[in-house]
């Protein structure tokens, strides 16, 4: 069981707009900050937002985060079939001092 | 530009040693944290620990304190994962990463391209 809790799935169309949610508590995403990953079956896991809401390099501006409380918002606009994989949140857990992500969720296009 | 080379894949039995590697090129190896994750077959991402190799400082996962072994070379820019003991509860993918860890934040920007473990008799 996650630290960090991911709806298992979601799904939509291409040109639509998704939104995955990352739920924690006050000792992990209420008071640090969260990030955001990419994971093709088979491949590495790729960085999409890191503290909250920035973008590293290379990363177009469909791709959204926010933070509300002990809860962090990926948005997705835009969809490409391309965007298709696994989605997983992550950030600091201050109790246990570790890194700790959430279950991850599986985009489909349809 | 920022690479993460990890070694090869292994096939080890219950009770065995291993150790596996993770070069970092294209950044201060020595003065930024680096770490591992654990994917195991079918299942999201698990948190290892990290290392900074300037101090050798580590920080661990309760899940694998006491269990792995993270350890750097600032001579070569690698840092090793090592089992002295391994499970077949072992067998998973293992990626390497570099971590911005600090009071507020814990994320990797550059992975891996992971080295698969497979533990059975």
């Known amino acids: 069981q996650s630290v960090l809790t991911q709806p298992p799935s979601v799904s939509a169309a291409p040109g639509q707009r998704v939104t995955i949610s990352c739920s924690g508590s006050n000792s992990n995403i209420g008071n640090n900050f969260a990030s955001w990953y990419r994971q093709v079956p088979g491949t590495a896991p790729r960085l999409l937002i890191y503290q909250n809401d920035r973008r590293p390099s290379g990363i177009p501006d469909r791709f959204s985060g926010s933070k509300s409380g002990t809860s962090a918002t990926l948005d997705i606009t835009g969809l490409q079939t391309g965007d298709e994989g696994d989605y997983f949140c992550g950030t600091w857990d201050s109790s246990l001092g570790a890194v700790v992500f959430g279950g991850g969720t599986e985009l489909t296009v349809l | 530009e920022v690479q993460m080379a990890q070694s090869g894949a292994e096939v080890k039995k219950p009770g065995e040693s291993l150790t596996i590697s993770c070069q970092g090129s294209g950044y201060s190896f020595a003065q930024q944290w680096i770490g591992w994750a654990r994917q195991m077959p079918g299942r999201g991402l698990e948190w290892v620990g990290v290392?900074?190799?300037?101090?050798?400082?580590?920080k661990y996962s309760p899940s694998f304190q006491g269990h792995v072994t993270i350890s750097a070379d600032t001579s070569i820019n690698t840092a090793y994962l090592q089992w002295n003991t391994l499970r077949a509860s072992d067998t998973a993918m293992y990626y390497c990463?570099?971590?911005?860890?600090?009071?507020?934040?814990?994320?990797?920007?550059?992975w891996g391209q992971g080295t698969l473990v497979t533990v059975s008799s």
């Open positions: 990463a570099r971590f911005f860890v600090g009071e507020y934040s814990g994320y990797g920007d550059s």
């Open positions: 290392i900074y190799p300037g101090d050798s400082e580590t």
